[in-house]
């Protein structure tokens, strides 16, 4: 059976994009696949989170997870930082890669020029860390959006460089998974790029019903529709393409021709795809109050999946370090 792996950083609350992006495909995986699900502690670092929000964190994407329908059942489900083999194959990964080639990653230009005073070089192997998480369950899937293509591309670089350095073929190259045909990119309300925690431009899972309808109603949009069949900029393409991922195709359908004979009310269109939003996370939200509320259980599913990600790792570590050179332990 093919072995899957889906991360996610315990930086904030889970948005559409998250649930979009990736848990909802992995959940639609749990039944044919040996899936391994993790909170990515270590990679938060790189924002230098308080001590006292680790653990917390960890434990709030957790709970949103298992809402989102993740099971523990089914999947493996563990924190990052409670699986210590990850660091050491990060460590052998980080040896093949260049600094050139690391500095080209679209994700490391970014946040090198959100956060100018703290460009550290956990950001800029970031994507080795996410190789190490990937590679050392030999995962053959990963359900990432749109925005992690390129690091997947550099974890299919780390594995083929492995085996080429060492003529094996022990890691398989990672293949992206997407839900659907394509990746998914899930845009802000606030007509730029995608909706993203550091972007402040999020509807969270948790969100209550209130705030949802606020901010959608307050979504960025233009003057409306100027001629007939014309294409639609890029602030009201979000809206559509928002309303095309959690809204009935029928209603879809509906609004866009109502832009294309010019008569479209953003006020209308924006009622619809707010009710359409609060419908989508209303039983994901009850769930998360309801999971949040047993921390006990919590902590036995973390501790369980560490136990099964920890033997999973030793094993692929212990080859490792035998196709190395290295003492096997
Ligand atoms: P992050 O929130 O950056 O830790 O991303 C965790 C997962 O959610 C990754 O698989 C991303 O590809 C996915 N993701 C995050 N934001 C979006 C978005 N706006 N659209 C689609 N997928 C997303």
């Not at 600094?99 to 970014?110: A, C, N, S, Y």
Request: hydrophobic share 35%; net charge neutral.
């Amino acid at each position: 059976m093919e072995t899957v792996l889906s991360g996610m950083r315990p930086t904030g609350n889970l948005h559409l994009g998250n649930y979009y992006g990736a848990a909802r495909s992995f959940v639609k995986m749990q039944d044919e696949y040996n899936c391994y699900f993790f909170i990515a502690d270590w990679h938060s670092l790189t924002t230098h989170p308080k001590p006292e929000d680790i653990q917390r964190s960890a434990r709030t994407i957790l709970a949103e997870y298992l809402a989102c329908g993740i099971d523990p059942e089914k999947a493996t489900i563990y924190i990052q930082s409670d699986v210590p083999e990850t660091i050491e194959l990060y460590l052998y990964l980080n040896m093949n890669c260049y600094l050139g080639e690391l500095e080209r990653v679209t994700t490391f230009k970014e946040k090198a020029r959100q956060q100018p005073d703290n460009v550290n070089a956990g950001l800029l192997t970031y994507p080795t860390l996410m190789a190490a998480d990937i590679l050392q369950h030999r995962a053959a899937k990963v359900p990432v959006g749109k925005d992690q293509e390129q690091n997947m591309e550099m974890a299919r670089r780390c594995a083929r460089r492995f085996n080429n350095i060492y003529g094996v073929e022990f890691f398989p190259e990672p293949q992206n998974y997407y839900f659907g045909e394509t990746a998914i990119k899930v845009p802000g309300l606030d007509g730029t790029g995608k909706m993203g925690k550091s972007n402040g431009n999020c509807i969270y899972l948790f969100e209550d019903e209130k705030s949802i309808r606020k901010k959608v109603m307050r979504a960025v949009t233009d003057n409306g529709p100027q001629a007939m069949n014309s294409p639609k900029p890029e602030v009201i393409q979000n809206l559509f393409t928002l309303m095309q991922i959690v809204s009935a195709k029928d209603t879809y359908d509906y609004f866009d021709s109502k832009w294309n004979d010019c008569t479209l009310r953003y006020g209308d269109m924006k009622k619809q795809l707010a009710e359409d939003i609060v419908q989508t996370l209303a039983p994901i939200r009850e769930r998360i109050i309801e999971i949040s509320s047993d921390q006990e259980g919590l902590d036995r599913i973390a501790r369980l999946g560490a136990e099964k990600a920890r033997e999973s790792a030793r094993k692929t570590l212990n080859e490792v370090r035998r196709i190395i050179g290295f003492k096997v332990y």
